[in-house]
Each structure stands twice: as structure tokens, then as C-alpha cells.
């Protein structure tokens, strides 16, 4: 932490403490916490433990857990039958399951308990043969999950401006990716009345804690003078928490890690905020939050 100081010193000639707060809400959610131990649990019982697709979006915890022996395959195929498969917090496919538990040992659902309730939802309304609008992104891991559940019956839309597209809806229920803001859900919800003749059910879907996390860090970024929020650049979470940030706070950053801080942003902080996507241990906060005490 010695660095940062010295690092501050060579830009701006001498030290400056700043103030480092953190947000109310930040961090590991419920469902990657539950998947990371379920991960750590099957390596203690001696299991040889692949993940289908990185089990969680933060590449330096994906390091960690590799360390422990646990590595990552793209396709069932490339499973063993003496090996554990996971499914990641995403969620999978029923087709993709199906294919796990054929090849491999045993198979390790680890699968957010929030998405399987998207999951089931969606599976329900298509069993009704009711349309199906997700809002969310079409080529994220947990919308091709949920799509599986309907494929026939689902639509994936980014927003309300991509309902144009779409054919007359039949009784449509309208739900969300866990992840996305709010107000993303909500305008394309009331949006999809205008694509049916019928009653229209919403559920909103989205995670308590990725709202909880957004509303903490929109509060805070109104109070300081720059933001990092810690998370990986393929995170939808810590991509959305950025967004809020830079509603209130321009000199908002997603970073990784405490490297990838550069002091010449911090000219003039007198208060920096700090928040980290859900896929995101305390063990990498810390570290970041130290560089910025020491700067």
C-alpha cells in the first residue's frame, strides 16, 4: 500500500488523504455467495470439480477457485464421469442439464435460486401458451437459460424501443433479466400493453440485492467527488451499477483491481465512493479500498 503514496507523491508532490466511502450495499450476492460454497464444498469432499463456463463474472475469484482445483469447460462434452459437474449461478438450459447429468459423476446445480424462479416463470407461462417478454440481454448466460425454458414462447428484448419487431402478444407476461435497472424493466413493461389486446401480468424479476446495490451506490455517488466500482468489465451487475454511478458522479470507474487505479484521476478527491458488482469478494474490496486510504 506504500506504493500509492509514493505514486501520489511523483504526480502531485505530496500525499493527499481523501475520504473513502462505502456504499450501504455492495459486493457478493446471495446466489454467488451460495454458488462459490457449493463449489468449495464439493472440492473439500474430494471431487474433481469443472464449471460449465465461469462460475461467476469476476476473473480474479475465478483465479482463486482454480488454485483450489477447480477448472472450467465451454460444453458437456468435455465432461467425465468421475467428475463433478457445476452449473454456474447463471443457470442453464433444460437441454444442457439434461446432456450434464448424462456424462457426468454428479452434477452440482448452483444455479441462483432468483433465476430459477425466471426460469419457472417463463416455463409456466409457455405451458399456457402465453407470450413471454424477458428484458434483458439476449446474449447474456442467464437469458439463454431462460429462453430454453420457452423457446418457443420467449422473447428477449434489451429494452422497449426492440418491442416494435414483434408480432400482436398473446396474454403476455413480462419479466426481467436479474440484473438490469429498473427502470429499463419498468418502461418496457408498461410498453408491451401497447402489444396486446389482451391482460397483461409483470413480475418484476430483478434481484433484491442487485436493486438494493443500485440504490445504495446512486445514493452515495451524489456525496463524492469520484467513484470505483470494483467488478469485471463482463458483469452485467457492475455494468449497471457503473451507469447509476455516472448519473450523479461522471468521475465514476469500473476497475478490477486496485492496479488499474490511476492517481491522476484523483486530482483534486477530496471524497471517493466505492461499490463492487455481486461477483465481487470482500478479499478484492479490501485491497482496493486500502489503496485508496493510502493514497
Known amino acids: 500500500m506504500e506504493i500509492a503514496a509514493v505514486r501520489w507523491q511523483k504526480a502531485f508532490g505530496s500525499p493527499k488523504k481523501m475520504q473513502v466511502l462505502l456504499a450501504q450495499e455492495y459486493g457478493f450476492c446471495f446466489g454467488v455467495e451460495r454458488a462459490v460454497d457449493m463449489v468449495e464444498a464439493a472440492v473439500g469432499h474430494g471431487d474433481r470439480v469443472r464449471s460449465l463456463?465461469?462460475?461467476?463474472?469476476?476473473?480474479?475469484?475465478?483465479?482463486?477457485?482454480?488454485?483450489?482445483?477447480?477448472?472450467?469447460?465451454?460444453?458437456?462434452?468435455?465432461?467425465?464421469?468421475d467428475e463433478t459437474a457445476v452449473i454456474r449461478a447463471h443457470g442453464v438450459t433444460p437441454g444442457v442439464q439434461a446432456e450434464l447429468e448424462k456424462r457426468a459423476g454428479k452434477v452440482v446445480d448452483a444455479t441462483c435460486p432468483f433465476v430459477t424462479r425466471v426460469q419457472r416463470l417463463a416455463s409456466r407461462a409457455a405451458a399456457e401458451n402465453r407470450d413471454v417478454i424477458v428484458v434483458g440481454n439476449p446474449d447474456h448466460p442467464e437469458m439463454i437459460g431462460v429462453k430454453g425454458y420457452a423457446p418457443d414462447h420467449a422473447h428477449i428484448v434489451r429494452d422497449e424501443t426492440e418491442l416494435a419487431d414483434l408480432p400482436m402478444l398473446r396474454n403476455p407476461l413480462v419479466v426481467s433479466q436479474t440484473t438490469i435497472k429498473a427502470k429499463t424493466f419498468f418502461d418496457t413493461a408498461e410498453a408491451v400493453k401497447q402489444k396486446t389486446t389482451d391482460s397483461v401480468e409483470i413480475i418484476n424479476t430483478i434481484c433484491s440485492a442487485t436493486r438494493d446495490r443500485q440504490d445504495a451506490a446512486r445514493a452515495l455517488s451524489s456525496m463524492v467527488d469520484a467513484f470505483y466500482i470494483i467488478g469485471g468489465r463482463h458483469s452485467s451487475n457492475s455494468l449497471k451499477l457503473l451507469a447509476v454511478c455516472k448519473e450523479n458522479c461522471e468521475r465514476s470507474f469500473l476497475i478490477e483491481t486496485e492496479d488499474e487505479i490511476d492517481v491522476n484521476d484523483l486530482n483534486g478527491v477530496g471524497t471517493v465512493g466505492v461499490t463492487a458488482g455481486a461477483s465481487t469478494p470482500d478479499w478484492l474490496i479490501d485491497r482496493v479500498v486500502s489503496f485508496l486510504k493510502a493514497v
Request: charge should be negative.
Open 53 to 81: 463456463g465461469p462460475l461467476i463474472h469476476n476473473q480474479q475469484e475465478m483465479d482463486r477457485l482454480e488454485e483450489c482445483g477447480v477448472t472450467t469447460i465451454s460444453e458437456p462434452i468435455q465432461i467425465n464421469a
